[in-house]
């Protein structure tokens, strides 16, 4: 979905708080979505940013630690802020978020997916020791603590299998764990990944990835992912 009503919770000083939303807070180093908040009397809100705050901590035997139950913060544009003195609790809204931005961020986690499961077949050791992650609209990365350098010959080998996946045109299938329905798995050919984030539902759409690494310190590599010909489609998305 791209849009949704809902009702204001919270106001802060930059900030709204939603009985509910379709924007997708910040997290697993995928950047929050952004978007409008329309309230009945037409006024329109514009959020830059989306975080989630607080929540319990969970803790499953097969899943990583994560915080589910969260508060979920739009960040108010600085242009807008004075708007906010129009807005009270339990007005009724419409939040949407920006379908093509959202899209392109699907594009590049799903291809991140892609290149980790590479590392994961070229460099097994790396993929237990990752030190972060970030995922824009144009790119995403993963830094690994390593013993020893990716040579060029291993990012082809990843990029290969990356691409090779990409042509293969696999069916994505999300779906939480039994236990806790905020918990997500990310799931293609066979592989499963713990992930809450946004996905596309085939891989053939990414295109060809492309990957290079960068030394960026004493036993530490990026692996850095672009998609340049990826399809941006947001037919699907829908109010």
């Known amino acids: 979905m791209k849009s949704c009503t809902a009702q204001v919770v919270k106001v802060t000083e930059n900030k709204i708080e ?9 997290g697993g180093g995928q950047e929050g979505d952004i978007g409008t908040i329309q309230t009945t009397t037409g006024l329109v809100i514009r959020f830059t940013d989306t975080q989630k705050m607080y929540g319990r901590k969970l803790y499953l035997d097969d899943f990583p630690s994560i915080n589910v139950e969260t508060i979920i913060h739009h960040i108010v544009s600085d242009e807008d802020i004075h708007l906010l003195n129009s807005v009270s609790e339990e007005d009724s809204v419409v939040v949407t978020i920006d379908a093509q931005r959202r899209e392109k961020l699907s594009i590049s986690h799903t291809a991140s997916h892609l290149v980790f499961i590479g590392v994961g077949e070229v460099m097994p050791e790396a993929i237990k020791n990752v030190k972060g992650c970030h995922i824009d609209e144009i790119s995403a990365r993963f830094d690994f603590y390593v013993d020893r350098r990716f040579t060029q010959e291993d990012v082809i080998k990843i990029q290969d299998i990356a691409n090779n996946m990409v042509r293969e045109d696999h069916v994505i299938n999300t779906y939480h764990h039994p236990e806790e329905p905020e918990a997500w798995y990310w799931e293609a050919k066979g592989y499963v990944i713990p ?22 310190g004493k036993n530490v590599e990026r692996i850095i992912i672009t998609f340049p010909n990826a399809t941006v489609n947001e037919s699907h998305y829908h109010s």
């Open 18 to 26: 939603l009985s509910q939303t379709v924007a997708y807070p910040e």
């Open 195 to 216: 992930c809450g984030g946004t996905h596309l539902r085939k891989t053939s759409s990414i295109g060809e990835i492309l990957v290079r690494r960068k030394n960026i």
